[in-house]
């Protein structure tokens, strides 16, 4: 609906192939002149293109070459900014006795361009004020007379295809426009101009009082999209008060081409989903574990199929890749599926619904699960599961010096003869370093380091693989401290008469012992 001044700013560059027949080919050279980054030439074509425009009266030509020509003009000379802006005030001003009209696209114009150059002495305001200082007058004026420089957009037909809501919704002065189309009974230009005017003021009263005073007209439908827009950031109304209230605003307003956004609202929360998060995706032996943080919306039943691989811990596969999953895929070993199936009773088709599903009792291993649903528009969620009794523990030590201890995760004692393989990273592309260490017979295995504790850590012993390799990251300080000890001695060192009164002088002395 919202037209561009294409060519508003000396920075803005034009679509040329939208241009009059008349001057196409005009405009077509300067076009070829920018691709080939030949502003010289450029500004000798615009210079055609501004006589021809004079004398014929195209005034959307005769702006779209002026200002285009500054643009140029800054781009050779930068120091000639103020220079061109001088030219284009001067343009303007001498068409305020002559020209209405074109004064007032004039100053819409340079009103753009002082906005964007973050003027500071309001030049932006003073030039939008004149622009609409007569709305009626750009009312009766046809936008198209302004090709190219103007471009048209959608649902124009409710302006009556003018000059004035172009201008005012250039200079966002919407309230202008909505007080000149109430005036004259323009009740659906006056309800876009009202909706702009409060579009990002995030002011559901303002809203819900254009609902009131529009909602008999399809144009309402823009209100009802910015009022949901409010209640879902400001509010954050529940997925079945969205699916209420889009359904009413379909229902009301459906026939406004922006509904289209509600109406993919109301798809995308009744979609059919499921999502996993394995955020702890390693598991015991023989031991129960349960996925928490699953959630499922609008579909009947999910299946979760648990598949030992012949992979290890320390394999760098990742299953939402695709490429990794096919390889993971080939070290599948079919017999060991197990298989978890969850049915769900008929509930409303936004609601989601959080789950858990409760894993059998594994053996030791790497594991895919497979999580996927009966409604086959939903691909398969894959991910590896770690089933291991190996627990790696690590302390950074004085002397560049890493302890490790690993310990069996069912009972918690130290294991012997568990190999650590750790991992160093090249620097500056170079390959990586491995070293080998075997814990002793209390589980314990030490590591001396030159440069930096290692980036990657892998335990596994002859009978346990699945352990799965991490950044296993510890740190050590020391300092010295001065400790202060505070002593308090009462000496009765003298008595003396007081009226009536014996008292005892209380001193009071404070050591301090410094040690390490």
């Known amino acids: 609906m919202r037209k561009l001044l294409t060519v508003l700013t000396l920075l803005f560059m034009v679509s040329f192939n939208l241009f009059a027949q008349s001057y196409g080919e005009l405009w077509k050279q300067v076009d070829v002149a920018r691709g080939k980054d030949l502003p010289k030439t450029q500004l000798a074509v615009l210079k055609k293109i501004v006589s021809k425009a004079q004398k014929e009266k195209s005034y959307g030509n005769l702006l779209a070459a002026e200002l285009l020509t500054s643009s140029l003009q800054t781009q050779i000379s930068p120091d000639s900014v103020d220079t061109e802006k001088a030219r284009l005030k001067d343009l303007c001003d001498k068409t305020e006795k002559t020209d209405k009209v074109l004064h007032a696209v004039y100053c819409c114009a340079l009103g753009k361009l002082f906005d964007r150059d973050d003027a500071e002495d309001n030049s932006s305001t003073t030039y939008f004020d004149k622009a609409m200082a007569n709305p009626a007058l750009l009312a009766d004026v046809q936008y198209s007379k302004y090709a190219p420089l103007i471009k048209g957009g959608k649902n124009d037909a409710i302006f009556k295809n003018d000059l004035l809501h172009v201008i005012a919704f250039e200079s966002e002065q919407y ?231 690993v310990v069996n995760s069912t009972t918690g004692q130290p294991v012997p003869n568990a190999k650590i393989k750790l991992t160093i990273e090249g620097l500056y592309g170079k390959p990586a370093t491995v070293k080998f260490v075997e814990t002793n017979a209390h589980g314990e295995a030490y590591y001396s380091y030159s440069n930096g504790v290692p980036d990657e850590v892998y335990v596994s012993t002859n009978t346990d693989k699945a352990c799965p390799s991490s950044s296993l990251r510890t740190s050590y300080e020391y300092e010295k401290q001065l400790r202060m000890k505070r002593f308090t001695t009462y000496l009765p060192i003298e008595k003396f008469i007081v009226p009536d009164k014996l008292c005892m002088l209380r001193l009071l002395f404070t050591a301090k012992i410094t040690r390490l």
């Open 175 to 405: 309230n202008k426009a909505d007080k000149y189309y109430t005036s004259v009974g323009n009740r659906e230009a006056a309800c876009y101009s009202a909706y702009l005017n409060v579009e990002d003021a995030n002011d559901k009263a303002a809203l819900d009082s254009l609902i009131a005073r529009y909602g008999d007209l399809p144009v309402c439908g823009s209100v009802a999209v910015a009022k949901y827009r409010y209640l879902v950031n400001a509010e954050d109304i529940s997925a079945k008060q969205r699916i209420e209230y889009i359904d009413d605003a379909v229902k009301r307003w459906g026939t406004w081409e922006e509904l289209n956004y509600l109406r993919n609202e109301h798809e995308r929360l009744t979609a059919p989903m499921f999502k996993m998060w394995t955020e702890n995706n390693v598991g015991i032996p023989h031991k129960e574990q349960t996925i928490e943080n699953i959630k499922v919306r609008n579909i009947n039943d999910l299946t979760l199929k648990i598949t030992r691989t012949t992979l290890t811990g320390d394999n760098k596969l990742a299953p939402s890749y695709h490429p990794d999953l096919a390889k993971i895929k080939a070290k599948l070993q079919p017999a060991t599926t197990k298989i978890v199936k969850r049915n769900y009773p008929s509930y409303a088709p936004y609601e989601e619904i959080e789950d858990s599903l409760q894993l059998p009792s594994l053996e030791e291993g790497v594991y895919l699960l497979e999580l996927a649903s009966s409604n086959k528009r939903l691909a398969p969620q894959y991910e590896l599961y770690y089933v291991t009794n190996l627990y790696l523990i690590a302390e950074k030590q004085p002397n560049s010096k890493v302890r490790y201890v």
